[in-house]
């Protein structure tokens, strides 16, 4: 993974993927490798807080388009530090945006189903109004709006309820959980679009850094909805284990964080533009739980 030769002309890209040991960047910089020069960044390299050492890193690499992973994903860390939330997901996607503009960039920005309020009581589209009730969902949507305003060529792609091989998530939690309760409690009154990191980075390089859509704002997940408590007993019995889930409310639930009650994402921009949707939650579920063992 370098950005050492010159670009080639055509459908070959030079990459720069941000949050690249994350769950959602390894998965991303493997797919997007078989077609693109990808280098794959991570705090290691620079830490997108660091306004210098980004600019300096993009000017050494001069990718042709840059995929902002890198996040502080912590929901409820974010919730008991605003400062920081705000200082990685809102400054840093502002350094990062900005020196991508500077070099000519075009910039794909990972966003979440935390805009949204889930007042809505249908699946959000893109033409549906932010309103962030978490300080994670306030700072994304800050890194959204730096990106916006500050790269001509942009895509801000929304996701949700991400899981994948490579990190901790609901779906991994459940499961390990599992080895050892009879029971679990999970919450049954939110809904949402749980979507594997697979389904979403193969998109992600077919669709937006293919080419194929055009610039702008992006819902992207595995199709379908459903609550927490769903998703863990789909995984349970996917994975034949006999735990029972307890299902429970948001109100039980011990955490500082409001989280929206219904924000399944409707990815109406690609229908519109004929592409089409990921495949089903629970087929998602079927290739995860494969991939995992
Ligand atoms: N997880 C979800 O359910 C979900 C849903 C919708 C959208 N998204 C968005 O999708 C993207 C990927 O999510 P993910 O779950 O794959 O995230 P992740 O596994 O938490 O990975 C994020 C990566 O960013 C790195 N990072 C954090 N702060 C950084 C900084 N200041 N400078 C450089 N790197 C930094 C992290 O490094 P460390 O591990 O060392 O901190 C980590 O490797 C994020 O933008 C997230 O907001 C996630």
Redesign the pocket.
């Known amino acids: 993974m370098t950005l050492d030769e010159p670009s080639p002309q055509g459908k070959r890209k030079r990459v720069l993927v ?2 690249a ?5 390894a998965d991303l910089c493997e797919v997007l490798s078989a077609e693109h020069e990808v280098r794959g960044v ?2 290691e390299d620079f ?3 660091h306004v210098a050492a980004v600019g300096e890193a993009m000017a050494a690499d001069r990718p042709d388009m840059v995929v902002h ?5 912590d929901v409820d860390g974010c919730e008991r530090d605003p400062e920081r939330a705000f200082l ?1 997901n809102g400054w ?1 996607t502002w350094n990062v945006a900005q020196a991508a503009a500077g070099i000519g960039a075009s910039f794909v920005y ?3 189903d935390f805009v949204f309020d889930g007042e809505k009581g249908e699946a959000y589209t893109e033409f549906d109004a932010p309103n962030p009730l978490s300080v994670y969902g306030a700072s ?1 949507l800050a890194g959204e709006e730096a990106v916006r305003s500050l790269v001509p060529r942009h895509y801000v792609v929304r ?4 899981y994948g091989a490579r ?1 901790p998530s609901f779906v991994r939690t459940i499961l390990e959980k599992s080895v050892e309760r009879e029971e679990v409690e999970v919450v049954a009154d939110q809904l949402g679009s749980p979507t594997y990191t697979r389904d979403l980075a193969r998109a992600l390089a077919e669709v937006i850094v293919g080419g194929r859509v055009v610039p702008g704002t992006y819902h992207i997940v595995n199709s379908g909805a459903c609550s927490w408590a769903d998703l863990a007993e789909e995984a349970l019995r996917l994975a034949g284990r006999r735990t029972r889930v307890k299902r429970i409310s948001a109100a039980e639930w011990d955490t500082p964080t409001r989280r929206p009650a219904c924000s399944p994402l409707r990815s109406r921009r690609l229908e519109l533009q004929g592409v089409p949707g990921l495949r089903d939650w629970q087929k998602a579920l079927v290739s995860y739980l494969e991939e995992v063992g």
Request: hydrophobic share 40%; glycine share 18%.
């Open positions: 941000t949050g040991r994350g769950m959602l960047g991570d705090v830490d997108v807080t992973c890198a996040a502080w994903t990685h840093g990972l966003s979440t994304k996701s949700a309820w991400l990190g």
